[in-house]
């Protein structure tokens, strides 16, 4: 299971949005708050049902990096809430 990386905010950061986020050369990448994130779940969720049948290479490919990115909300943003 994929650990949380904790990164403290400077001073008085307030809350993060979602959206791109880079730490200092790093690469950008999407930040997506756990408020949000269930939402983004629910949506790829509603994808995996739609598109569970298709034979689509690159449907199925898109199809399991998205799955991929459910299960993790899933199992380390959504049971986190308090």
Known sequence: MPQITQI???GDAGQTP???LQFEDDWPGMFIR???AFFVMTAIRRL???FQDSQAED???AMA???SLA???DQNVVVHCS
């Open 48 to 50: 995996q049902t739609h």
């Open 59 to 61: 449907v199925t490919a």
């Open 8 to 10: 403290p905010l400077p």
């Open 18 to 20: 979602t959206g791109a």
């Open 34 to 36: 756990g408020d949000s």
């Open 65 to 67: 990096v998205l799955e």
């Open 71 to 73: 299960d993790n909300i």
